[in-house]
């Protein structure tokens, strides 16, 4: 079974600052990691997929790169809406299983 | 564009089986190929992905509830549901259903979500 783990668990970072955030897969698992922001109360929304690919209407601040088992979720101007909980997930292809890190909470400063 | 709407009892008793539904509107579920699943999150915890049902029927299901778990789907009412029996405290979450629409490995559309308590 394929772990992923995040970090840091909390970031706190000053609006317009460039937030880092990082996830890693326990073995290696090409590029299929998807990230999603999940705001207070909110369903969770798709920003990037394929390891770097921004789903629709995703502002372009927010990029994902990475391959293998480290990869990085980087908001490079952040705001004040940016305020959320942040996931990596992980789709092995067989056994078919869909893996959620478990998150990194981003504070605004 | 897709939307999902979950519904179901807001509370379970202990030993029973959840039941929830996810209604599609502004897509066919029978359509195209897609996979529809369900996810859960209890309260101030991460997500956990339940399983899937494919347009097809075939279904796929999280290692760990598989044992619980029967998703299928009703075309006739463009929905799909969730059951998952044996229920205990923690089974106590938010349930989410959720589709791969234009993203593969990805869900790019949710429904709201339905929290469903598990207590006697």
């Known amino acids: 079974e394929i772990v992923m783990t995040q970090s840091p668990a909390t970031l706190s970072v000053s609006p317009g600052e460039r937030a880092t955030l990082s996830c890693r897969a326990s073995?290696?698992?090409?590029?299929?990691v998807a990230w999603y922001q999940q705001k207070a109360g909110q369903a969770p929304r798709l920003l990037i997929y394929?390891?770097?690919t921004r789903a629709a209407g995703v502002p372009d601040r927010f990029t994902g790169s990475g391959s293998g088992t480290e990869f990085t979720f980087t908001i490079s101007s952040l705001q004040s809406e940016d305020l959320a909980v942040y996931y990596c997930q992980h789709f092995n292809n067989w056994p078919p299983i869909f893996t959620f890190g478990p998150g990194t909470k981003v504070d605004i400063k | 564009q897709v939307q999902l709407q979950e519904s179901g009892p807001g509370l379970v008793k202990p030993s029973q089986t959840l039941s929830l539904t996810c209604t599609v509107s502004?897509?066919?579920?029978?359509?195209?190929?897609?996979?529809w699943s369900w996810i859960r999150q209890p309260a101030g915890k991460g997500l956990e992905w339940i399983g899937r049902i494919y347009t097809s029927g075939n279904t796929n299901y999280n290692p760990s509830l598989k044992s619980r778990v029967t998703i299928s789907v009703d075309t006739s009412k463009n929905q799909f549901s969730l059951k998952l029996s044996s229920v205990t405290a923690a089974d106590t979450a938010v349930y989410y259903c959720?589709?791969?629409?234009?993203?593969?490995?990805?869900?790019?559309?949710w429904g709201q979500g339905t929290l469903v308590t598990v207590s006697s």
């Open positions: 073995q290696s698992v090409s590029s299929n």
């Open positions: 502004g897509g066919s579920i029978s359509s195209g190929s897609y996979y």
């Open positions: 959720a589709v791969e629409w234009l993203v593969d490995e990805g869900f790019d559309y």
């Open positions: 394929g390891a770097s």
